[in-house]
Nanobody, 131 residues
Framework: QVQLVESGGGSVQTGGSLRLSCAAS????????MAWFRQAPGKEREGVAF???????SYEDSVLGRFTISKDNAKNTLYLQMNSLEPEDTGMYYC?????????????????????????WGQGTQVTVSS
């Protein structure tokens, strides 16, 4: 049984940093795309950072240059380093694994749909950025 467990969320002030982790168990998808999504209250879930099996990364425009996605295949853990946080970054952050779509695994090709984007999702970790 595949399980993704996020951690590292919290409350910070504008300009602060957080590092999210996603520990995967029952999953050895080192050859699969993984990603971080976020969902703000009243808004749709959106993909913010993706990483391919070969290490190529892609980001949603608003986080480019501030967020960095990485993974440690030996530890089966996905990370999201978030710097220069802004109130607009507030939301629940989810990790996802095993891309389902036929298009390149990038935020631009994601609909934030838990049924059609990725096979596996975590339960989320809350990030709150205050001004």
């Amino acid at each position: 049984q595949v399980q993704l467990v996020e951690s590292g969320g919290g409350s910070v002030q504008t300009g602060g940093s957080l590092r999210l982790s996603c520990a995967a168990s029952g999953y050895t998808g080192s050859h699969s795309c993984m990603a971080w999504f976020r969902q703000a209250p009243g808004k749709e879930r959106e993909g913010v950072a993706f990483i391919e099996s070969d290490g190529r990364t892609s980001y949603e425009d608003s986080v480019l240059g501030r967020f960095t996605i990485s993974k440690d295949n030996a530890k089966n853990t996905l990370y999201l380093q978030m710097n220069s946080l802004e109130p607009e970054d507030t939301g629940m952050y989810y990790c996802a694994a095993e891309w389902l779509r036929l298009f390149p695994c990038e935020p631009a090709h994601s609909y934030g749909d838990v049924l059609t984007d990725f096979a596996y999702w975590g339960q989320g970790t809350q990030v709150t950025v205050s001004s």
